[in-house]
């Protein structure tokens, strides 16, 4: 066996002669281990604040882009409302309102990214949603490209929104089928997994207990090291120009760290790539889904809380249009100051999260000051992160996310005003 050692040496000297040398070799072995594990450990943290950072400039830069978007979306719908059914102008708002969905997309990517925070977290199986996923996109295979379920039959139950994992798999399946240009095999494999505390010590990310634990796999081209350290950053790609916009694997990356998961990729030349991700599994029960009816307008009182001029005037315009009365408010302090005056009459307030002088959260503990029972919307560029949640749990009866379609300010404002 060879191992490393640390070699220190003195002259042994009698009468001014040097008769030989006095030699310590130290078996360094386990300094070595140490060095080894210091040098990981450091280039995870590098890792997680490198990203941490990126993913705050993202989320910042989602949050102004979804109020841009509000205001473009919302104006686009009540132009096509009051456009006569045969107006030549339908074709091109229909347009706005098409791109701006696509857009909309697009800054839900960065806000993944980001961790923004979970839209909608519910009880399900990840089995359930890779079945259909490839359901989906197997459509864009070519014939050449086979499909394998290797499922852990009693899989366990993670919590998380199912549209953020449905986007995830997307990311990742088509991913692996642009690796393999001339045909190949995807592997979908599922299995419950506990970390224990020796391993979780080790792999400071992880906190002891039971995964779920999902591979995709591929039998394409591979990756390089370089450009594996570089894949989850946002807007990083290798792909053509136009093909794709860097942000899949950063949303990927986002949407697992924010449901307290973990991801890794191992890839070498020529021999495909595994991405490997971890959630963490839940005690809560499956509930079955409800069918939504459509939702109309109703003459109730709102008021209205957002900086933004242009988003208070949209949704303004958008709520009256659909027959409700509307109450505006620039921010927190004039907000408080209208709903002490006319408490009686609001029988909703829909409030931005991020405003200047007085935010989201100080504003509706002085609503709730006022009025124990007061029903408070909050709705925000970012998506329901930290603070929001602490609000919904506070009292506040549902959450918004920005740009909204009518449809959806419409059920939301519903539900919130039966409760």
């Known amino acids: ?71 473009i979306m919302g104006w686009a719908e009540i132009l096509t409302r009051k456009l006569e059914d045969d107006s030549p102008y339908h074709k091109g708002i229909h347009t706005i309102l098409t791109n701006t969905i ?19 977290p519910k009880p399900l199986k990840i089995n359930n949603v890779i079945k259909d996923t490839i359901k989906v996109t197997e459509k864009i295979f070519e014939k050449n490209i086979e499909v394998i379920f290797d499922f852990e039959k009693n899989i366990d139950t993670i919590e998380a929104d199912e549209n953020q994992i449905h986007q995830d798999m997307t990311n990742l399946i088509i991913n692996a089928k642009d690796a393999m240009q001339n045909g190949g095999t995807i592997t979908s494999k599922t299995e419950n997994v506990f970390i224990d505390e020796e391993y979780a010590a080790k792999y400071k990310q992880f906190k002891s207990g039971n995964y779920v634990k999902v591979s995709i796999s591929d039998t394409g081209i591979g990756m390089t090291k370089e450009i594996q350290n570089k894949i989850f950053e946002p807007f990083f790609t290798t792909k053509d120009k136009g093909k794709g916009t860097g942000l899949g694997l950063a949303s990927v990356y986002g949407i697992i760290k924010n449901h307290s998961g973990y991801i890794s990729c191992h890839s070498e030349l020529g021999s495909g790539t595994t991405f490997t991700f971890y959630l963490p599994v839940t005690e809560k029960e ?50 408080v100051d209208v709903y002490k005056e006319k408490k009686n009459e ?16 100080e504003t509706f503990r002085k609503l709730c000051e006022i009025n124990s029972k007061v029903k408070v919307l909050i ?14 749990k506070g009292g506040a009866i549902g959450f918004l996310q920005k740009p909204f379609e009518m449809q959806n300010l419409l059920k939301v404002i519903s539900k919130a005003l039966k409760k």
């Open 1 to 71: 066996n060879i191992i490393p050692v640390e070699v220190s040496s003195v002259p042994l000297i009698k009468d001014d002669k040097v008769i030989g040398i006095f030699v310590i070799a130290r078996d360094i072995t386990e300094r070595r281990k140490a060095e080894k594990e210091r040098k990981n450990l450091e280039e995870q943290l590098f890792h997680s604040q490198k990203m941490e950072s990126i993913g705050r400039l993202a989320g910042g830069i989602a949050h102004d882009y979804n109020n841009i978007l509000t205001i």
């Open 102 to 120: 696509r857009a909309k997309e697009l800054s839900h990517q960065l806000l993944g990214f980001a961790r923004g925070g979970k839209y909608e």
């Open 286 to 335: 499956i509930v079955e889904k409800k069918i939504h009816t459509e939702f109309i307008g109703g003459n109730e009182t709102i008021m209205v809380i957002d900086d933004e001029n242009d988003v208070r005037e949209m949704t303004k315009c958008l709520l009256k249009d659909l027959g409700y009365k509307v109450i505006l408010a620039s921010d927190g302090v004039e907000a």
């Open 346 to 361: 609001i029988d909703l307030v829909l409030m931005d999260m991020i405003m200047p002088v007085m935010g989201g959260e």
């Open 379 to 392: 709705m925000s560029g970012f998506s329901q992160g930290h603070k929001a949640t602490e609000i919904l």
